[in-house]
């Protein structure tokens, strides 16, 4: 073992160095970092902890009896302080009371410049009875000397020299003591005043001063002990009188421990504490506080009283404990003899036995010392076996770690995996992943079958470190098929859901039964094999063969917990891979479908509207001819022409807001411009109703940003819904108010109401409620989601609400207002386009004849000269003859289409500047890019309303 061993047991170090033997004294291998300590001086220092104690508690004990003397001083001093400042206190209590006497009496409390006598002769009285008072004053409040005994009435006029004292009486109304001064004429002395009080105000203030020596008397009557020192300090902490040397001290300060104390006092009334006398001699000093008079009487005991007791105690103390210890030392020398011979014997026993050698137990009276004797020779036996058991558990120890360390190693391979496993969704490159986790880290080879839709095994992976060894057993693997009776094929793994993990001691594999696996298993030169089925989300989606060939490496049951865990990562990252390209194939299809269904809507659209087109033209054509003819017959056929228009925009307005292809062109505008627009747009549905449509419009504009064609829109949709869905009779109303940052457009009816049910899903496409079989309302149930998407592209909002069938039912749409600033630009709607006079060549082109005809008629009644062609082919032979100022030209002609007929029409310079109106069933905002690139001045989608085509022929024309 490193390091000493402990003191007493050098048994291991004996061990280490079974060479070394004791050859001294004091060296060898019981020689430690310690310093040696003999038997006998731990007896005598046994000896002397166990006196220890005591002398411990007997100074203890000591220094209470010393503390309890220097209580005791400190008491003694502290009464005979007291005693003595009650002595000086009564001694002014006197004076005060002789004073209080004196000026109750009339005489003084009444007396004014006419009976001063009187007062004067009371006072030399009472002055004469007290022969320690030298002077008997009368003043006023402000310090003006009525008289004095020594000075009687008629007296030059003079003042009180010290006015703090008087001040003090006149204020508190009480004796007053004052501090040593000097008189009048020099000589020394105190003051005693009293308040004389008539009629609840001072009058006069009566004093008596008094010599010091009156305080000396007071101090040789008080039987101070010998050696003591008392002294009486006035309120500025001035001496005025002291038991020794009172002359010679008369009048001094204190020194500044004395000084210390006395602020003491100031605070507490008593002090006590060492100090300094004048002389130099150290005292205990006591302080008692007169508290009234702000006087200090101070007692001084000498230090030598209290400490000559505490170093008697002391020394007797001291001498004891070292007659004690040494006694002790002697007694522990002695034993100590007696004990060290046969502990010198153990040890040399016990060196002995640290070398293996043999040895003689230690004879001796003590028994401890023979049972250690008897416990080395058990203590030997018992080393021998804790040796033997301590190998074993570092054995352990170290499997345990090794384990511990492999088990790391492990969870590192396995998030290094999973790190790589997660950065690709290609297939390749996961495959790629796989095979970079497991080769050469885990194993030598390593194959993965993935099944495919129909439940075949088709092969994905088979990965070597020598790449030329790949193609060997990939051909070995493409030669059969294993049977799935063969527990380790992949079938067998698919078939029952199993691991296989095994060992092969050599690589013959005559044990292998099935000839396929064989010829694998040698090709390959397997050692051991772990194959195990690939399952994800509960799905077994192929198997992963794990194989050890040339480095003769075998799989341990540990191997095989790694090798599935990791086959669980690696189905997880190749289901992954699966759910990614079907994902990216399902919405391939979703784009070929909605490209699919744009292109049909399209279509739609423009087969709807090519036979629209003449139908509407004819019946222009009908009421320019005669307005009278037939008006029912036009009515029902207008109206249900602008029915499937409708219907035809409706289907195309859905599928560009679904694709996000709306575009609006926001501008300012007076909402109640669009709820009028609105109203015109919808008078022939609204014109048929019995009950006008009631509408509450606010006197201001109300201004917001917008599209005015796609909000006339929405309104157009609310109100035929209105119309659609209310008994002619029963009122409808569209209200307008603007409210903090929003306007609200309220369309309210009384009609067949919405039902609590339909009502959350109102403004889903295709949602409609009941009707009757004969559909009487029609409509394909768009008109409310398009309404819905219009206004949140404008970053508004509209609600439906309804109080149930037959309840009516009312719509809002909430629109953010325009600020006050960008309210102020002008707002424009579209207006209806005045007719021009001109009459010009126009070529109307469409591959309709009735569409084509029907026009040609039409522009004809309108003045112009008009030719018509079926084809851009025969478009272009006409123009060769026929040059037009304008061309209306459709999209869908056959051959050339309209876009190749206008960029040749752009291209020739005789018919460059020809005005081209794109007139086709093609409606899309798309379209309509595409006509303007294509070189057209203008698209109009079919049926065109017979207006907006002849204003933008004759804005061209007018524009000439």
């Known amino acids: 073992m490193a390091g000493s061993p402990p003191h007493g047991d050098n048994r291991a170090q004996l061990q280490a160095e079974p060479g070394r033997r004791r050859t001294d004294a004091g060296a060898g291998p019981f020689r430690t970092s310690m310093r040696t300590v003999t038997l006998r001086s731990r007896l005598i220092l046994l000896a002397t902890v166990a006196i220890l104690p005591l002398a411990l508690l007997s100074g203890l004990a000591l220094m209470a009896l010393l503390g309890q003397q220097r209580n005791q001083v400190e008491r003694s001093t502290l009464s005979q302080a007291r005693a003595l400042a009650a002595s000086i206190d009564s001694e002014l209590r006197q004076t005060v009371a002789a004073l209080e006497s004196l000026a109750v009496d009339d005489r003084v409390m009444g007396a004014d410049a006419a009976d001063l006598g009187a007062a004067y002769d009371l006072a030399q009285a009472v002055r004469h009875s007290r022969p320690e008072w030298r002077n008997v004053v009368l003043a006023r409040p402000s310090g003006e000397v009525v008289f004095g005994t020594s000075d009687p009435p008629g007296s030059p006029p003079w003042r009180v020299p010290e006015m703090a004292s008087l001040e003090e009486a006149v204020r508190a109304r009480t004796p007053v003591v004052g501090p040593l001064g000097l008189g009048p004429r020099g000589e020394p002395g105190f003051t005693v005043r009293v308040p004389v009080v008539r009629d609840g105000q001072v009058r006069y203030v009566l004093s008596a001063i008094l010599a010091p020596e009156v305080l000396a008397t007071v101090l040789d009557h008080a039987r101070i002990p010998d050696g003591w020192v008392a002294s009486v300090f006035d309120s500025n902490n001035i001496r005025i009188a002291r038991s020794r040397e009172a002359a010679r001290r008369f009048g001094t300060v204190p020194g500044p421990l004395m000084q210390a104390m006395l602020a003491e006092a100031a605070n507490t009334g008593e002090a006590f504490g060492p100090s300094v006398t004048v002389e130099g001699e150290k005292v205990r000093t006591a302080l008692v506080r007169i508290g009234w008079a702000h006087w200090v009487v101070a007692l001084g005991a000498p230090s030598s009283i209290a400490e000559g007791a505490v170093w008697r105690s002391g020394l007797a103390f001291g001498a004891g404990l070292l007659l004690s210890l040494s006694l002790a030392a002697l007694a522990a020398w002695r034993v100590s003899r007696s004990i060290t011979q046969p502990v010198a014997r153990l040890r040399e026993n016990a060196v002995a036995l640290g070398t293996g050698g043999d040895f003689a137990p230690a004879e001796t009276s003590f028994g401890e010392i023979e049972a250690v004797s008897t416990a080395l020779t058990e203590a030997a036996a018992r080393r021998a076996r804790g040796e033997a058991e301590r190998e074993r558990l570092l054995a352990a120890e170290r499997s345990a770690r090794g384990g511990a360390e492999a088990a790391q190693q492990r969870l590192l391979q396995l998030v290094a995996a999973s790190t790589l496993l997660s950065r690709s969704l290609e297939e390749s490159s996961t495959l790629e992943a796989i095979s970079s986790v497991i080769v050469p880290d885990i194993a030598d080879v390593c194959r993965i079958d993935l099944l495919d839709a129909q439940g075949a095994l088709q092969r994905k992976l088979t990965h070597h470190a020598d790449p030329s060894r790949i193609e060997a057993i990939a051909s070995v693997v493409r030669s059969g098929t294993v049977s799935p009776d063969t ?450 001045d203008a698209h109009l989608p079919k049926p065109v309303e017979v207006d907006a085509l002849l204003g933008s022929l004759h804005r061209f024309l007018d524009d000439g």
């Open 487 to 936: 527990p380790g094929s992949f079938p067998w793994a698919i078939a029952t859901g199993r691991s296989y993990l095994r060992n092969f001691d050599s690589t013959d594999h005559d044990d292998i039964a099935d000839p396929v696996f064989r010829t694998f298993a040698r090709t390959v030169g397997m050692r051991a094999a772990c194959v195990v089925p690939l399952v994800a989300r509960g799905r077994t989606i192929g198997v992963m063969a794990v194989l050890q060939a040339e480095s003769g490496r075998h799989f341990t049951p540990e191997d095989g917990a790694l090798i599935g865990e990791l086959a669980h990562r690696v189905a997880l990252a190749l289901d992954n891979v699966r759910l990614f390209a079907e994902s990216r194939q399902a919405l391939a299809h979703a784009e070929i479908a909605s490209r699919t269904k744009d292109e049909f809507l399209a279509m739609l659209g423009h087969e709807l509207r090519n036979p629209l087109a003449p139908i509407v033209t004819a019946l222009e054509l009908i009421r320019r001819r005669d307005d009278s003819a037939f008006p029912r017959e036009r009515q029902i056929i207008e109206r249900q022409v602008r029915h499937l228009s409708r219907m035809v925009d409706d289907l195309l307005d859905v599928s560009r807001i679904v694709a996000g292809k709306i575009e609006l062109q926001p501008q300012p505008l007076d909402l109640r411009e669009i709820v009028g627009r609105a109203m015109e747009l919808s008078a022939p549905v609204l014109e048929k109703r019995a009950a006008a449509v009631e509408t509450a419009l606010p006197p201001a504009p109300v201004m917001v940003r917008g599209d005015p064609l796609r909000l006339t829109q929405v309104l157009c949709n609310l109100l035929t819904n209105a119309a659609k869905f209310t008994p002619p009779d029963m009122p409808i109303r569209i209200a307008l108010e603007a409210d903090g940052q929003e306007a609200r457009i309220t369309v309210a009816d009384e009609g067949i109401g919405i039902p609590p049910a339909l009502l959350a899903r109102v403004f889903e496409r295709f949602v409609q409620g009941e009707q009757a079989l004969q559909r009487a309302s029609g409509g394909l149930g768009l008109g409310l989601a398009i309404a819905r998407s219009l206004v949140e592209l404008h970053g508004g909002a509209i609600e439906a609400d309804s109080d149930g069938v037959g309840s009516g039912s009312r719509f809002t749409v909430r629109l953010p207002l325009l600020s006050q600033a960008a309210a102020a630009e002008p707002a424009a709607l579209p207006s209806a386009t005045a007719k021009g006079p001109a009459a010009q060549r126009l070529l109307v082109v469409d591959d309709n004849t009735d569409a084509a005809e029907l026009l040609r008629e039409l522009l004809s009644h309108d003045g112009h000269e008009v030719r018509t062609a079926h084809s851009g082919e025969e478009a272009l032979a006409v123009v060769s003859e026929f040059l037009p100022a304008a061309a209306v030209l459709d999209i869908g002609l056959p051959g050339m289409n309209g876009y190749e007929l206008a960029k040749a029409l752009r291209k020739n310079p005789r018919t460059r500047s020809i005005f081209l109106i794109a007139l086709t069933g093609y409606g899309t905002e798309t379209d309509r890019r595409a006509a303007l690139a294509a070189g057209f």
